[in-house]
């Protein structure tokens, strides 16, 4: 961040990207481990955890749209000019780099002559970094195009979510791998295997830039109570405007596809993550400071994202814990493994962060 930041740094947001993270971690070492006898959509213990695990994902979307923009917007610096534009850029081929490396089919490097068709739509499958290398970018030119048109960021951020939003229904109905290559087709819908297609999950990322806009142009908005209600008011809104259109499709159609296709969940989802910014943003509000852990773990999301992956899921050059124990743990043996990997990614951020000081204390 710019020195000016760190003066009024924004304590919520690094509690939401520390939030995310945790979420992450647990969430995928749990869905990898945890045998299906303990799967029961019975106890309210695992429907609360299942509940939230579907919301990871938007969480961190969001959070990560957030973030971005507000530092892109906090430098006051017209789009041609702003180093956080070669930084975007940098960063989008980073992401999508480590995505494609993530799920490498060979560890050859260049024989591609094993590698069998069901790997091969693996590797084209497209996953949270890719999601979010182009969800950044498409933010950037978002940005660009409130600045040449003269419009707020708020009604092109809004305006762009809102097609992606909209085009999910029809265009999950669309078999893509008909009409485009595989390694685009998986860009368009999820029946090539993909997990975050841009539609609809890119406008979560972009509208997280809305509020990234906002918080830059009011540095310290967040000190003021009105804004958490103002969060949460939104919040709710989405939620009922989102159970309202599930009624509807009921009547309609004769049943709920709240939790399946409908494009409902979209809002109701984006209303738990404004609803939940609110509540921590309000908690926060008397709070100068934060124990330093929580700002490294939300600096170093990338590193324990693509970590943590390796060491659950294996790459091409290593097997994971899911070769081993695939589904195959009771509760507490998961929840056990589940902190150690916590503790694991925390103690790596530490590490880390130890030497990054000692090596500046030795250079200055």
């Known amino acids: 961040m710019t020195q000016s930041s760190k003066k009024n740094r924004i304590i919520f947001i690094d509690l939401m990207r520390a939030f995310a993270v945790f979420q992450m971690v647990q969430g995928h070492t749990v869905d990898a481990l945890l045998s299906n006898n303990y799967r029961n959509m019975d106890s309210p213990i695992f429907v609360f955890w299942f509940f939230m695990r579907g919301m990871t994902a938007p969480i961190f979307m969001f959070t990560a749209g957030t973030v971005f923009m507000y530092l892109f917007r906090l430098t006051g610096e017209p789009f041609h000019s ?9 960063r989008f081929f980073l992401l999508l780099l480590l995505g494609y490396l993530l799920r490498y089919p060979t560890p050859t490097i260049v024989d591609f002559s094993k590698v069998t068709s069901e790997q091969w739509n693996v590797f084209f499958a497209v996953d949270v970094l890719h999601l979010i290398a182009f969800g950044l970018l498409l933010l950037m030119f978002c940005a660009y195009i409130a600045e040449k048109l003269r419009v707020n960021d708020y009604l092109v951020f809004s305006i762009v979510s809102l097609i992606f939003f909209a085009l999910y229904p029809p265009f999950s109905q669309i078999n893509w791998l008909r009409l485009l290559p595989a390694p685009i087709a998986g860009y368009f819908y999820t029946g090539s295997g993909s997990n975050f297609p841009l539609f609809p999950w890119a406008g979560y990322v972009i509208i997280g830039g809305v509020l990234g806009s906002y918080l830059a142009k009011h540095p310290l908005v967040f000190k003021d109570p009105r804004f958490s209600l103002k969060l949460a008011f939104v919040g709710l809104l989405l939620i009922i405007v989102a159970l309202i259109g599930n009624e509807i499709e009921i009547l309609t159609y004769h049943e709920s596809y709240l939790w399946t296709t409908s494009p409902n969940l979209i809002f109701y989802r984006l209303g738990i993550v404004l609803l939940l910014n609110s509540l921590i943003s309000f908690v926060t509000l008397k709070i100068e400071t934060i124990p330093r852990i ?61 030497f990054k000081m000692k090596n500046k204390a030795v250079a200055a």
């Open 82 to 90: 702003n180093p956080r534009v070669r930084k975007g850029v940098k």
């Open 294 to 354: 929580f700002i490294l773990v939300g600096r170093n999301t990338l590193l324990i994202y693509v970590v943590h992956l390796v060491i659950l899921y294996g790459s091409a050059w290593n097997p994971g814990l899911i070769d081993i124990f695939n589904k195959s743990l009771n509760v507490w043996n998961t929840i056990g493994t589940a902190i150690i990997m916590l503790l694991s990614m925390i103690f790596m951020v530490l590490v880390i962060h130890y």
